[in-house]
């Protein structure tokens, strides 16, 4: 397989994870809460946790290859849109690594969660300027928001 082959595999990849992103993390969000519902209950629910968010991580990664209305779109746009994909990814690592508390876990979380929000105003002005813009979504926005203040508030909350 030549390095083109294995990139459109990468962007067929993305392409059908973008379709079906909405469905994929309403699914998350409620194993990440049968999860919690578990931990409540002193049952083991912190490894489905950290499977659905490990799952996530690499969804987000992957999303950031699909070929989404970027013919009409600026340079900015898709830079913003690509990055913030890749960071909502390491945002979710950083959290994952905030459970188990892992080496490094506050740096991950901060390198994920203050970027996310930062890169989130950022696109928030982006599409008022351009209400019409279809690479940067209100959703998405939405979306970069929540993660990067779940994942700050734990760090908030977790840090001794």
Known sequence: MTEFESGDDVVRIGDHLYKHLIKYEIIALLLIGTGIVLRLFDKPGRILITVVLVLLALLYFFIAFANISFEKASNTER??????????SIAVVGLVFLLYRLPLAA????????????????????????PDNRVITLLTIIRSFIIGLVVLIYYLLTIH
């Open 107 to 130: 740096t991950i979380a901060l390198v994920g969660s203050i970027p996310l929000l930062l890169i989130t105003l950022f696109m928030l002005i982006l599409k008022n300027r351009k």
């Open 79 to 88: 830079f913003m849109y690509r990055l913030n994909s890749w960071i909502s």
